[in-house]
């Protein structure tokens, strides 16, 4: 279905993670190369980081729930705002990737004169264009979804794995960060020679320790063990946590329950998110939990490891190996995540890390 009018075509992602736009990003990216696109994407989603090689792409803040907070789009005078924001944009049509009403009905309002969007629902009744996806696709992956809904659009990207560019600059500026080895040797980024960037070959491994919900956190002490099994076979090997600034105590339990022969990681909680994905473009293995972090690893090309045990909708990638509970009936129950040990995860770590030593 392709569009004739030049103005704007607004584009509303509106779910709240980093991960969430990196499984977007390539369908995004397809869009952008055919149309002037404007963004609404929710402050969390980090859209213009994860979306930094479009540098002209216009963003509309949207600020809805966010886990769990209340926004000033929220509510009915809240409703009112978003229909002011979308007017921002001044587009002809939109592509609402979501099957909420209210976006649908704050799109009517906004008097966009062309709308389409998942429908699966009231919002069909505020769409004139593609009015929604088979009912069938109700409760589908996201990834599902957006990529019948654009397929319906005219838009099929040859390629659906994400990818994040990282720039020559960036990429240096995370090896002088690894270089600086913070907090171990407690030595600035800035005062490292460029002589000694990028001269230490031994590979740097990710560990991301956080995720959004408990159930999809392994336990500091699992982290620790297979840390301190990692180190063990891999001497002076270079190791880092990861992950938000909210999750900094996460890495901090884990450093107290490591052996004290394992040397201490870099701890990277308070970086921006370009330069974690800098530093995961740096990075030779990311092992952790499925948050934000491995999305981004996935799409700087980095091999990942994930520890999970939940039902919960996750990107699918030939760079990803999955480890899970041994027994099936354990998954998605509290705590069930510990029983993956950690001696299983450095086995599988050490396979991959083997191989480039």
């Not at 709240?16 to 499984?23: L, R, S, T």
């Not at 909680?269 to 370009?274: A, G, I, L, S, W």
């Not at 998605?332 to 770590?349: L, V």
């Amino acid at each position: 279905m392709a569009r004739q009018a030049q103005t704007p075509l607004l584009v509303l992602q509106p779910m709240v993670g980093i991960g969430d736009m990196v499984w977007h990003k390539p369908w995004l990216d397809e869009i952008i190369s055919r149309h002037e696109m404007v963004l609404m994407a929710k402050p969390s989603a980090q859209a213009g980081a994860v979306m930094a090689e479009h540098p002209g792409l216009s963003i509309i803040p949207l600020h809805r729930a966010e886990r769990g907070r209340k926004g000033r789009h929220d509510g009915i005078i809240g409703f009112f705002r978003m229909v002011l924001a979308m007017r921002q944009a001044k587009a002809g049509e939109i592509w609402i990737l979501h099957r909420s009403w209210r976006y649908g009905a704050a799109a009517w309002l906004a008097g966009i004169p062309r709308r389409s969007g998942y429908g699966l629902g009231k919002q069909s009744w505020f769409l004139n264009e593609m009015k929604g996806l088979p009912a069938s696709l109700k409760g589908a992956h996201p990834r599902e979804a957006v990529a019948r809904f654009t397929a319906e659009m005219g838009i099929s990207p040859r390629d659906t794995q994400p990818s994040i560019t990282v720039s020559r600059d960036e990429a240096q500026a995370a090896a002088r960060l690894i270089a600086a080895n913070i907090p171990a040797a407690n030595i600035p980024a800035a005062n490292i020679p460029d002589a000694e960037i990028g001269g230490d070959d031994r590979p740097l491994v990710i560990l991301g320790v956080g995720a959004a919900d408990a159930e999809r956190r392994w336990s500091p002490a699992r982290f620790a063990a297979m840390l301190d099994h990692l180190a063990t076979h891999h001497r002076g090997g270079r190791f880092a946590l990861c992950g938000s600034p909210a999750e900094q105590p996460i890495g901090q339990a884990v450093l107290d329950a490591l052996s004290p022969e394992t040397p201490r990681p870099m701890m990277v909680f308070d970086q921006p998110v370009r330069s974690v994905i800098a530093l995961h473009h740096e990075a030779a293995l990311y092992i952790g939990n499925d948050t934000s972090l491995i999305n981004i690893a996935v799409a700087v090309g980095t091999p990942a490891i994930r520890v999970f045990a939940s039902t919960l909708p996750v990107l699918n990638s030939p760079l990803i190996e999955t480890i899970l509970p041994d027994d099936p009936a354990r998954m998605d129950i509290p705590g069930s995540i510990d029983d993956i040990q950690a001696d299983t995860a450095a086995a599988m770590a050490n396979h991959k890390l083997d191989r480039l030593t």
